[in-house]
């Protein structure tokens, strides 16, 4: 008999349609979860959202899931790892001490680990490899998240010693892991030469630490797909629940959704960069900014400059970059400053002036295809 999955919604919990799309598709891996392992149904609750840095749980037959998890590009990762401490059997712990039981609990997690590739490759149908590279994603983006001022999520290693644990059990799939901050960055000693337009692949991923007066945090930018707007051919990046579409000829930012609603439009596509990129280079754009969710217009004109090369390290590591400043026309006052890193196709550090203060963006890690 196919295990029934069983949806409830804890406290005041409203989902848009696309992330109850995403909750049906958990009740469809928790279901086949379910059969393969020949277990009971799972009753899962959907919570309100919280920044404790708990994305899900599972406790005596019950998965609890984070409804800020909705719109993360690691679900599948998380729901495979709670679904692990079902079919592991893992109840409330008990010992003389707490010292003894944060050691039970740790090993706890590094088993769920393990089982959740077993869970992906049986259930999702994953090989070997993408099972673990889905993992340790995963695990990589905590560890993000904790450079970013988060906290370790209780009863948890360090992300970094999850993932050496994880790489040792399938020792076939250790390639996968290989952190992208480790990866050897180019050398300052050679100049940076005019950069062509990029190429952009589906799955090239860039992970950033957000810092501004309001808070800190980290998200994750992924390459989705390439989608037609207006007979035009974009990238379509998500950020969680957010698309933010890129002219495929030459970056240009056209607009954003959120869930699928439109958020910002530009009228016409904002020119982030004049392809190719060189020391000296300028440009001049004027764009109308659309954001109708806000009923709010702005009109802007911007002058850029390549100002120079630069070599900039962050938590990703060190990069030669190209320093471009956005000023406003009429006021020569710097708007947005960015370094754009050729090696990696994107910019590894932006500053930008918002209404609220200075926000300011460092890229913390990147998977490129």
């Known amino acids: 008999m196919v295990a029934a999955f069983v949806i409830v919604f804890g406290g005041c919990v ?25 277990l009971p149904r799972i009753r899962v609750t959907i919570e309100p959202a919280t920044n404790l840095g708990i994305g899900g749980r599972y406790r005596q037959g019950n998965f609890y899931l984070n409804a800020r998890t909705l719109g993360s590009g690691n679900l599948t990762a998380l729901v495979a790892h709670e679904l692990a401490h079902y079919v592991l059997g893992h109840e409330p712990l008990s010992g003389p001490s707490m010292a003894e039981l944060l050691r039970a609990q740790e090993l706890r997690e590094l088993d769920a680990n393990a089982k959740a590739v077993e869970i992906l490759m049986r259930v999702r149908g994953m090989s070997q490899t993408e099972a673990v590279r889905t993992m340790v994603t995963h695990l990589r983006g905590a560890q993000a998240a904790i450079r970013c001022g988060g906290a370790l999520a209780p009863g948890h290693r360090p992300p970094a010693d999850e993932i050496a644990n994880l790489l ?37 991923t860039w992970t950033f630490c957000l810092e501004s007066p309001t808070g800190k945090g980290a998200y ?30 030459d970056l240009a930012h056209t607009r954003e959704t959120v869930d699928g609603a439109l958020v910002r439009q530009h009228s016409p596509s904002r020119t982030r960069y004049a392809w190719p990129l060189a020391v000296g280079t ?58 754009y890193a050729p090696e ?13 203060g200075l926000q300011v963006r460092e890229l913390v890690a990147y998977s490129l295809q």
């Open 14 to 38: 409203t989902l848009t349609p696309q992330q109850q799309e995403m909750v049906a598709d958990v009740q469809r891996f928790a279901d086949g979860t379910a059969t393969t392992y020949n």
């Open 168 to 204: 040792a059990r399938f020792p076939d799939s250790a390639g996968t892991g290989a952190p992208a901050e480790e990866r050897p960055a180019s050398s300052p000693a050679v100049a940076v030469i005019p950069v062509a337009v990029p190429v952009w692949k589906p799955g090239d």
């Open 220 to 249: 994750v930018w992924s390459v989705d797909r390439e989608e037609m707007v207006e007979g035009v051919s974009h990238y379509v990046i998500k950020q969680g629940m957010r698309e933010i579409f890129y002219r495929t000829a």
């Open 282 to 339: 300028t440009w001049e754009q004027a764009f109308r900014e659309d954001r109708p969710v806000e009923r709010r217009v702005i009109e802007r004109e911007d002058v850029v400059s390549v100002e120079g090369e630069e070599t900039l390290t962050v938590l990703a590591g060190t990069f030669r970059t190209l320093k471009i400043a956005y000023r406003n026309k009429r006021t020569t006052a710097i708007r947005y400053e960015e370094w």
């Open 344 to 356: 990696l196709k994107n910019a590894v550090r932006i500053r930008e002036r918002l209404d609220s």
